[in-house]
């Protein structure tokens, strides 16, 4: 009878500080969920109302000219993204391939899992500063080239490490009875391992094309800018991310209307490269 009481005071508190928890939790989610839609909003606003056939037929105009569109700068980010994704897909997944096969069995596979996760924690800022440094800095002018080989630098990792984590993910089962039938090594990790999680791997490259699709900083320092239309990679080439940047503080309102509609453009390439990897590429590990 006389432990009722205690009992009841520590129950009481424990309830109390559950709910304070939880309400501090939804009032965080909210304030988060209702930033996003106030940015969401702004940008939806902005963008549409940007938005015109000439948006993807004409160049970036001059300074204090009229009219004017995207054309240069979504050719040029389509070019240097693209040749990024043929650079750092085969890389980042044979490195994955390599790590989840032998990562627990040597000093170089552990050196290259701790590389890899300092170079996702990277600024993208430093990892442009770097292909400046060794690229730009040697060859005496900006290029779309350069731009390239700092976004592959940035999407390596994000393929390697999403390839090491869904191949670790494949059951030791599958494997044994991979090797009990006489397969080697390597063709047990590219026709057994692999492909029971290409939907995975896939997945991790469209994650990583998301994510150097709006970097801004390491092409400040690398491919730069062109006013003009632009196809040799040598050159330096008009992107979307530089242009918003460029674009928004400009005093000039055609300039700034098309850093909404670029950043309208940008944000919904994101959103459809996300949705379509949780998605379309969406498949379970076989047990």
């Known amino acids: 009878m006389h432990t ?8 009481r508190k424990r309830l109390l500080q559950h709910r304070v928890g939880i309400a501090l939790s939804v009032f965080a989610m909210s304030l988060g ?3 996003l839609l106030w940015i969401l909003a702004t940008l939806l606003i902005n963008g549409f109302a940007a938005l015109s056939f000439t948006l993807f037929t004409e160049t970036t105009p001059a300074p204090g000219s009229e009219g004017g569109g995207l054309m240069n700068a979504i050719v040029g980010s389509l070019m240097m993204v693209g040749l990024s994704t043929l650079v750092s897909t085969p890389i980042g997944i044979l490195a994955g391939m ?7 069995e040597n000093k170089l596979a552990q050196v290259t899992r701790f590389v890899t996760d300092i170079m996702l924690s990277a600024p993208s800022i430093v990892i442009g500063l770097f292909v400046y440094t060794l690229y730009v800095a040697n ?15 940035i999407a390596v990792p994000v393929v390697v490490r999403t390839t090491d984590n869904m191949l670790r993910l494949v059951p030791n089962s599958l494997l044994e009875a991979a090797f009990a039938l006489g397969a080697p090594r390597w063709k047990v990790a590219m026709m057994v391992r692999l492909r029971a999680v290409k939907a995975g791997v896939i997945t991790g490259v469209l994650l990583a094309v998301a994510r150097v699709s709006g970097e801004t900083a390491p092409l400040l320092f690398t491919a730069l800018n062109n006013q003009f239309f632009n196809a040799d990679m040598n050159k330096p080439m ?7 940047y460029q674009f928004a503080m400009s005093p000039y309102d ?5 850093a ?7 944000t919904f390439s994101v959103l459809a490269l996300n949705i379509l990897s949780r998605t379309v590429f969406t498949q379970k590990i076989p047990n």
């Open 33 to 35: 969920i209702a930033v």
């Open 139 to 153: 060859v005496n002018h900006f290029s779309g080239y350069a731009g390239s080989i700092a976004l592959s630098l």
């Open 238 to 244: 008009a992107n979307l991310p530089y242009v918003i």
């Open 4 to 11: 009722a009481a205690p009992i009841n005071k520590v129950y």
């Open 98 to 104: 390599y790590l989840a096969e032998y990562g627990e």
């Open 260 to 266: 909404w509609a670029g950043a309208l453009l940008v």
């Open 254 to 258: 055609n300039w700034r209307e098309l």
